[in-house]
């Protein structure tokens, strides 16, 4: 008898689960807003964003460093991509520089190493994936972390091998630079 009135609440079981997966999918994931990782050229496979990067505590309010980290990629002329007040990013993971960011050689960004006819970065297409996410610190203030990540390929597509590049620290120092600057009351 048990058995008989499972089955028969079988049909009312399924519609609760159908109803249950179709809110389920129809709401979306914060994870999903802003990926955290990227392809890049030079690289054997996915770099994960949010194991990267250089970390620090800013002593003011999450909302203050947001708006400054945007102001940030202003001064740097980097269009935001990502710029998610609630989860706390703002990145681009998908530009694509030639020679020169912010009226600076890339080999002052970025080092790919040295060729036969100078610094890499300023003679290749350099990939570059910026992520800085802000979050609230547990004993107040913010915590903030810059992610830097890039590649290299030469502009005749696949007749050079791709060059995985490395941060020389400087977008960083640019981004914190301007959240230390900007937060202060004036």
């Given at each position: 008898?048990?058995?008989?009135?499972?089955?028969?609440?079988?049909?009312?079981?399924?519609?609760?689960?159908?109803?249950?997966?179709?809110?389920?999918?129809?709401?979306?994931?914060?994870?999903?807003?802003?990926?955290?990782?990227?392809?890049?050229?030079?690289?054997?496979?996915?770099?994960?964003?949010?194991?990267?990067?250089?970390?620090?505590?800013?002593?003011?309010?999450?909302?203050?460093?947001?708006?400054?980290v945007r102001a940030a990629f202003d001064s740097l002329g980097i269009e935001q991509q990502y710029h998610d007040s609630s989860a706390g990013v703002v990145g681009?993971?998908?530009?694509?520089?030639?020679?020169?960011?912010?009226?600076?050689?890339?080999?002052?960004?970025?080092?790919?190493?040295?060729?036969?006819?100078?610094?890499?970065?300023?003679?290749?297409?350099?990939?570059?994936?910026?992520?800085?996410?802000?979050?609230?610190?547990?004993?107040?203030?913010?915590?903030?972390?810059?992610?830097?990540a890039a590649g290299a390929q030469a502009y005749g597509g696949p007749l050079g091998d791709?060059?995985?590049?490395?941060?020389?620290?400087?977008?960083?120092?640019?981004?914190?630079?301007?959240?230390?600057?900007?937060?202060?009351?004036?």
């Amino acid at each position: 008898m048990l058995t008989r009135s499972l089955l028969d609440s079988r049909p009312l079981v399924l519609l609760a689960l159908g109803a249950a997966l179709l809110v389920l999918g129809s709401t979306p994931v914060r994870a999903q807003a802003t990926p955290a990782t990227v392809i890049l050229p030079g690289f054997r496979g996915v770099v994960k964003l949010d194991t990267v990067g250089t970390a620090a505590s800013i002593p003011a309010p999450a909302g203050v460093v947001f708006a400054s980290v945007r102001a940030a990629f202003d001064s740097l002329g980097i269009e935001q991509q990502y710029h998610d007040s609630s989860a706390g990013v703002v990145g681009n993971l998908e530009l694509q520089l030639t020679r020169r960011m912010a009226g600076k050689a890339m080999s002052y960004w970025v080092d790919c190493g040295v060729g036969h006819t100078g610094p890499t970065a300023n003679l290749y297409r350099v990939h570059l994936a910026l992520l800085v996410t802000v979050l609230p610190a547990s004993a107040g203030g913010t915590s903030m972390r810059t992610a830097v990540a890039a590649g290299a390929q030469a502009y005749g597509g696949p007749l050079g091998d791709p060059i995985a590049c490395q941060s020389t620290g400087r977008i960083e120092d640019v981004v914190q630079s301007v959240v230390r600057d900007h937060r202060m009351p004036r």
